[in-house]
C-alpha cells in the first residue's frame, strides 16, 4: 500500500515536501517514482528514484525546483517542491515499479499507485 502526505494550498515560489509511506518489508527492491495530472490532462512524470537512492531522473519542467529521495529504513519516499508555480497545480501520485527492476518515465512501467494527494498553487 502506498499512501501520499504532505499536500495543499501554497502561494506561487512556495514550497512542499510530499511524503509515501509504504507498506511491506522490502521497500528497498523498488524503485519509485512521482506523478502527476492536472484537471482535463493525462497524468505525467515527475521524477523517479532508483532502489538505492543513488539515481533520480526528472521531467524538464521540474529539473532544479523538485528533489525526489527516500529513505528505505523508513518506507518513504518524498518530493521536495522548491519555487511552485501554478502550473504545478495537479493531483500527485508515487507509484511503485515492479520488484528489483529499474523504472523511468513512462507510467506503464509502475505496478502499483496511491491514492493522490492535492497540490495548488495560487498566483
Known amino acids: 500500500q502506498l499512501v501520499e502526505s504532505g499536500g495543499g494550498l501554497v502561494q506561487a515560489g512556495g514550497s512542499l515536501r510530499l511524503s509515501c509511506a509504504a507498506s511491506?518489508?522490502?521497500?528497498?527492491?523498488?524503485?519509485l517514482g512521482w506523478f502527476r495530472q492536472a484537471p482535463g490532462k493525462e497524468r505525467e512524470f515527475v521524477a523517479t528514484?532508483?532502489?538505492?537512492?543513488?539515481?533520480?531522473y526528472y521531467a524538464d519542467s521540474v529539473k532544479g525546483r523538485f528533489t525526489i529521495s527516500r529513505d528505505n529504513a523508513k518506507n518513504t519516499v518524498y518530493l521536495q517542491m522548491n519555487s511552485l508555480k501554478p502550473e504545478d497545480t495537479a493531483v500527485y501520485y508515487c507509484?511503485?515499479?515492479?520488484?528489483?527492476?529499474?523504472?523511468?518515465?513512462?507510467?506503464?512501467?509502475?505496478?502499483?499507485w496511491g491514492q493522490g494527494t492535492q497540490v495548488t498553487v495560487s498566483s
Open positions: 528514484i532508483s532502489r538505492s537512492g543513488g539515481g533520480t
Open positions: 511491506g518489508r522490502t521497500f528497498s527492491n523498488y524503485a
Open positions: 507509484a511503485r515499479g515492479p520488484y528489483g527492476r529499474s523504472v523511468g518515465y513512462d507510467s506503464r512501467e509502475y505496478a502499483y
